[in-house]
């Protein structure tokens, strides 16, 4: 996993997006209706994972050591989570759909483990249907007493 996130950053271009077309994006495409539902919860399970090894105090603790392993920062808003470069969706073709559904998961569990379970996390803007090979994604976080 550290080793795909990192060729987001390390490699050129070309060889991320071979690698991608190559990994995940034929786990998506395999999943085919069924891969938001299931990417997200693989992303919650994923976000569960990486607080049992990590001890942390605070969510920006955490947040800090997920850099490090994955290079990938999240930065955290009230309402808006910054992931950059997103780990999940560098070096897929351009897109139409938000596609960083694993990402959700991981964002919807890490707030909810530090008291913040959110309603929803929505992907407000996703760098494939920008059609940027690596990029950062938006994520808006929508609060349970905003429904
Ligand atoms: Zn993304």
Do not use: Q
Not at 5 to 13: D, G, I, V
Not at 43 to 67: D, N
Not at 87 to 114: K, M, N, W
């Amino acid at each position: 996993m550290t080793e795909i996130a990192r060729a987001a950053t390390r490699y050129e271009p070309e060889e991320t997006a071979a690698l991608r077309i190559a990994t995940w994006y034929l786990v998506r495409r395999s999943l085919d209706f069924e891969a938001p539902a299931t990417l997200f919860w693989a992303g919650r399970t994923y976000a569960r994972a990486l607080l049992r090894v990590y001890h942390v105090l605070s969510i920006r603790e955490f947040l800090t050591c997920i850099e490090r392993v994955l290079g990938t920062s999240y930065d955290l808003n009230e309402d808006v989570v910054v992931a950059a470069p997103c780990p999940e969706c560098a070096g897929f073709p351009r897109g139409y759909e938000s596609v960083c559904d694993a990402t959700r998961g991981f964002i919807h569990e890490t707030l909810a483990a530090f008291g913040r379970e959110p309603h929803k996390v929505r992907e407000a803007k996703c760098a494939v249907r920008a059609g940027e090979l690596v990029n950062a994604c938006a994520f808006e976080i929508r609060h349970s007493n905003l429904h």
